[in-house]
């Protein structure tokens, strides 16, 4: 599949960013970049923004090592929309669902060698944005919804 990036106006005149490219490694740090040039010109600041980028980075990467595991790489969709001061992010695949509720907490207070390797992702996810969701389709696919809101310094 050729990479595309697409800008439209919506009906409410906000913009919707999109791109879509094989879920690889070497693509996550293109989506991070579309992303970030987005929430900049939403008007963010350097803590939020590293903030979603962090979570852009987290969410790809759980796409790459864990949707397509075993598989050839699929596709990966990243969609960004500003509308209401709240800055959404949706990130699809086509590979292996799973259900976000059955994520435990990883256990901070444990000792080094007692926790287990990886398992931050999600974690970092849900601190770093103010909304998560995941659906799960076996037509439409597994989408990843995360949300920022924009704080008007005061």
């Known amino acids: 599949m050729e990479d595309r990036t697409t800008v439209e106006r919506s009906q409410t005149s906000e913009r919707i960013t999109s791109l879509r490219m094989k879920a690889l490694l070497e693509n996550v740090p293109r989506v991070i970049e579309c992303v970030s040039q987005w929430a900049q ?84 996810v849900k601190k770093m944005m103010d909304s998560v969701e995941f659906t799960s389709d076996p037509e439409l696919g597994n989408e990843l919804t995360m949300c920022k809101k924009l704080r008007v310094a005061r």
């Open 41 to 124: 010109v939403a008007g963010f600041d350097e803590g939020a923004l590293y903030e979603i980028q962090l979570a852009v980075d987290e969410a790809c990467a759980n796409v790459v090592d864990h949707a397509y595991e075993g598989l050839d790489a699929g596709d990966i969709e990243v969609a960004c929309c500003l509308e209401d001061r709240c800055l959404t992010i949706r990130v699809r695949d086509w590979g292996k669902g799973f259900d976000l509720a059955s994520v435990d907490e990883p256990d901070l207070d444990a000792p080094l060698e007692e926790r287990h390797l990886g398992g931050l992702g999600l974690f970092l």
